[in-house]
């Protein structure tokens, strides 16, 4: 059973475009909301994460959007740059260590 | 601080050798954990480890996989007989104790001929 879902698989923006990737969680024992940044041939790379007591978090040209009744959480790319082709995850985490990721979103931004 | 190293970064194996795959955590992590990601495929989860303690390993196939992560030296993720299904990237990631991130190693990439 997938803890953390994700969408959409693949996501294809226009440079200058706005890139939005969702995930959903069930669990109401998630305390951390992490998202991770991989480019092919490389681990996964930590990009930015918020905590659920917050709705937005924004660091340059990222902003995580936070909606805990609704149980969502998004990433939002302002201004997409070719280098910001890569794969997304969105992951969770609970008090007992674990981490939860979604199935990732391939991302390519065109020139 | 030096972050997680993981080697060899690629490895080949045979069919029915042994793969053993090291991760040295971040400085001050204890904690470890292991996934595996096919071509073009999310991270799968496979065992997450404390010092001298496996904590889940929900994830890991029941045989010819094991981990360990001893008092003092790197985790070990070792693949018995190997087949070719088993190839794939394997990631380890570490956190602190009581982290809300993971911070991931480079991966190393088991070829199975």
């Known amino acids: 059973q997938q803890q953390v879902k994700q969408s959409p698989q693949s996501l294809i923006v226009q440079k200058g475009g706005i890139s939005i990737i969702n995930c959903a969680y069930e669990?109401?024992?998630?305390?951390?909301f992490p998202w991770y940044q991989q480019f092919p041939g490389k681990g996964p790379a930590l990009l930015i994460a918020?905590?659920?007591?917050?709705s937005e978090k924004k660091e340059g040209r990222f902003t995580i959007s936070f909606n805990k009744s609704a149980k969502q959480f998004s990433l939002h790319i302002m201004d997409s740059q070719p280098g910001d082709s890569a794969t997304y995850f969105c992951a969770a985490w609970r008090i007992s260590n674990q981490f939860y990721f979604g199935t990732g979103t391939s991302l390519t931004v065109i020139p | 601080n030096a972050g997680v190293m993981q080697n060899p970064r690629h490895l080949v194996r045979r069919r029915g050798q042994e793969a053993r795959l090291r991760c040295s955590p971040m400085k001050g992590h204890s904690h470890v954990y292991w996934y595996r990601q096919l071509p073009e495929e999310g991270l799968k989860f496979m065992v997450y480890?404390?010092?001298?303690?496996?904590?889940?390993e929900s994830g890991m196939p029941k045989e010819r996989f094991s981990a360990e992560f001893p008092k003092e030296g790197p985790s070990i993720l070792r693949i018995q007989q190997v087949v070719r299904g088993d190839s794939a990237a394997y990631f380890c990631?570490?956190?602190?104790?009581?982290?809300?991130?993971?911070?991931f190693g480079p991966g190393t990439r088991l070829t199975v001929t």
């Open positions: 480890l404390q010092k001298e303690n496996i904590i889940d």
């Open positions: 669990n109401t024992a998630f305390d951390y």
């Open positions: 990631a570490s956190s602190p104790p009581g982290g809300r991130e993971q911070y």
């Open positions: 918020i905590r659920p007591d917050v």
